[in-house]
């Protein structure tokens, strides 16, 4: 979730790729490469690629390496990481068609190509093997043992959620699973493993600089520590996401106990938990002094003293009161000095740097920043894309220490450059990189890996650029957008969420991703398919839509425009034809244009009304689209009543009916374009 939101975003990420006609996929293809799926920009094919020939070469791996993933009845676990390994095939196979010789493409039995393939998945395979071993004989990363230091997050710490919780082994979880601490570092041990197996496979697969081909291309070389880089990254990040900055009550959170007096200790029972949102259900408002009403300005602090309450209220609805101490939201005290506003941003008072301070190296702040605390008054009170920005740079840390073992890089990425260079905020607002690009995470146009030698990329650590669906990887980060109504009706921090890929399964014969399947998590929420993003997304857009349909219900007769949630004239009631309707008659939630077209608007809302010379009774304002309130009980509502009124008269009942607000309404992870455009992404780059 964010606080304010950069714009307005629409069209639901939908459909699959095998939604697209079957004339149509040699085009398909082809557009993959050159949209680019690496983690360097992909050159253009050299070649066409003829998807029967990947068919064959996928089916070959299907017969000699015995993959089930079309057996019938096959064990699930089993079927998924051999989808992941159909993916890698046929991933492989379109780029060395495209791009390796010709006459691979039109070999008899394609024998060349294969055997190239099939060196790879061997070296895959075994790469698997030594960094996960087996269920029986679990390997370094799954328990620790062996494995470089730092080791991957202990399972059995993470699964002591409570301070109660009993301390156990991994020996004795995976003996019996007896006790609930048991049952739960089972359960992540097996997370992990099916976390690991699409991170390798699916990378092997996408990232073609993760191979050295031998110097007759028969086959290549795996290179595993950038592999390494990849899998510690994009696994933390997952890892972390889902045992610490996870939805509460859902790791069992216990109502707040606030005895202790306004600054704490506050105890809600866990253990593991850093990071809260910067706010608190009222139930909780007797416990914290005078809470300011809503329209109430910011408190600063002077002299150690306040200018004002340290809670208001977040709308007149009174269901929520926030933070209302500059800048609204706070870093613990172990780390805010190091986190300090980056200066001449907008807004002034959102965006933090990463920064020496005295005590404390960036790397040092780092981990003062991901600390836990059972103390709810000492966790971090900051936003989804305050998290998930940072959540970014820890797992580049971990990877570093790993892969350098030590501090020194990461130290001398931030203080090498300005101040504000290595930020907190709303990264994905630039989806496509800046030209010259001044912060991490923000990366510019990417150089051509053809040209020797190879141009420095612009970021050193990340891409901030433009994905095709198909490409999602576990650690991505993405955004799955509200409607543009939810900021004119409300004033919550649903416009948006900042999510983390966690969990998917990979469509082998398409070489892409099963969308219905995919997981993404963000500050504060439950893992959640795009489906129930689209719910619980819209669950708090319908607040919005409740308190402004009964704020037009409650307006006294005559009343054609209120002001709501902060802005005049937000609410009008109109009537494009001179028809009578029942009480309260037809309302709507004016949407301005601004810099943008009607049309535009009008799409992203996916429902609502343009102001037209057609109609005898102009709209209130002509620089706004109109989102009804309530609609005619008529096909298609609003629309199907004007295209049939403008014939004459229509025979219609007179009472309105309130719009439903569902996954119709919510654009998802899709802001403009069609169901299947790229998607804006922030993801570790690959460092070979």
Same mark, same amino acid.
């Given at each position: ?506 469509? %082998?014969?398409?070489? *892409?991703? !099963? /969308? &219905?399947?995919?997981?993404?998590? #963000?500050?504060?929420?439950?893992? $959640? ?119 004459? %008269?229509?025979?219609? *009942?007179? !009472? /309105? &009916?309130?719009?439903?607000?569902? #996954?119709?309404?919510?654009?998802? $992870? ?19």
């Amino acid at each position: 979730m964010y606080r304010r939101g950069p714009g307005a975003w629409s069209a639901r990420l939908s459909v699959k790729l095998a939604d697209v006609a079957p004339a149509t996929l040699v085009l398909a293809v082809l557009v993959l490469f050159v949209a680019g799926c690496g983690s360097t920009p992909t050159p253009p094919p050299l070649h066409a690629v003829d998807p029967l020939v990947v068919r064959a070469i996928l089916d070959w791996f299907v017969t000699n390496k015995h993959l089930v993933f079309r057996t019938a009845g096959a064990n699930r676990r089993t079927r998924q990481f051999d989808e992941h390994k159909g993916f890698f095939v046929v991933r492989r196979a379109r780029w060395l068609l495209a791009h390796g010789p010709a006459a691979w493409g039109t070999e008899p039995n394609h024998t060349t190509i294969i055997g190239r393939i099939d060196s790879e998945f061997t070296a895959v395979d075994g790469y698997v093997t030594r960094r996960l071993g087996t269920r029986a004989a679990p390997g370094p990363i799954m328990t620790g043992n062996g494995d470089r230091s730092p080791a991957h997050l202990d399972v059995t710490d993470l699964a002591r959620r409570r301070p109660s919780d009993p301390a156990v082994t991994i020996a004795q979880a995976l003996a019996t699973r007896n006790t609930p601490v048991k049952r739960l570092v089972v359960d992540m041990l097996t997370e992990r493993r099916d976390r690991a197996m699409a991170i390798i496979w699916r990378g092997a697969g996408l990232h073609f600089d993760l191979w050295q081909a031998s110097a007759d291309q028969r086959s290549a070389t795996l290179r595993e520590p950038a592999l390494d880089e990849v899998l510690d990254r994009r696994l933390h990040a997952a890892e972390r996401m889902s045992y610490q900055i996870s939805r509460a009550d859902v790791m069992g959170a216990r109502r707040l106990d606030m005895s202790a007096g306004p600054h704490g200790p506050w105890t809600d029972g866990l253990r593991v938990r850093m990071f809260e949102y910067p706010r608190l259900g009222a139930t909780y408002a007797s416990a914290l002094g005078p809470i300011a009403p809503e329209t109430a300005p910011m408190s600063t602090v002077t002299g150690g003293h306040l200018s004002g309450p340290e809670w208001r209220w977040e709308s007149a609805s009174h269901r929520r009161v926030v933070y209302n101490v500059f800048p609204g939201h706070r870093f613990r005290a172990a780390a805010e000095r190091a986190f300090p506003l980056v200066a001449g941003t907008n807004p002034p008072d959102y965006w933090h740097a990463l920064w020496s301070a005295p005590g404390l190296t960036p790397a040092q702040a780092m981990d003062a920043l991901y600390t836990p605390s059972t103390n709810y008054w000492d966790r971090s009170w900051i936003y989804c894309d305050h998290v998930v920005s940072s959540l970014h740079l820890m797992a580049l840390l971990f990877a570093k220490r790993r892969r350098l073992a030590g501090d020194t890089w990461f130290n001398t990425l931030v203080t090498s450059h300005a101040q504000g260079y290595v930020q907190l905020g709303p990264l994905l607002r630039t989806v496509s990189g800046a030209p010259t690009p001044g912060r991490l995470m923000d990366s510019g146009p990417e150089p051509d890996p053809d040209t020797q030698p190879p141009p420095t990329p612009p970021d050193p650590a990340f891409q901030n650029a433009l994905f095709h669906p198909a490409d999602i990887e576990i650690g991505d980060h993405l955004i799955f957008w509200n409607s543009v109504l939810y900021p004119l009706v409300s004033n919550g921090e649903w416009q948006l969420e900042n999510a983390l890929v966690v969990g998917i399964e990979s469509d %082998p014969e398409l070489g *892409s991703v !099963k /969308l &219905s399947t995919l997981r993404m998590q #963000g500050h504060g929420t439950a893992a $959640l398919t795009v489906g129930q993003y689209e719910q619980a997304i819209g669950d708090h857009l319908r607040v919005g839509m409740v308190d402004a349909r009964a704020a037009a219900a409650a307006a006294p007769a005559g009343t054609t425009r209120l002001a709501f949630n902060r802005a005049v004239d937000r609410l009008v009631r109109w009537t494009p034809y001179p028809d009578t309707w029942s009480a309260p008659g037809p309302w709507w939630v004016r949407v301005p244009v601004g810099h943008e077209s009607h049309v535009v608007v009008r799409d992203r809302l996916r429902k609502g009304v343009m102001p037209s010379a057609a109609f005898p009774n102009p709209a209130p304002f002509a620089d706004s689209v109109y989102f009804p309130l309530w609609e005619p009980q008529f096909r298609d509502g609003w629309a199907g009543y004007l295209a049939r009124r403008a014939t004459g %008269p229509v025979r219609v *009942s007179r !009472k /309105l &009916s309130p719009v439903p607000v569902d #996954g119709s309404v919510i654009p998802g $992870l899709h802001y403009a374009g069609t169901t299947w455009d790229p998607l804006p992404i922030v993801r570790p780059r690959v460092t070979p």
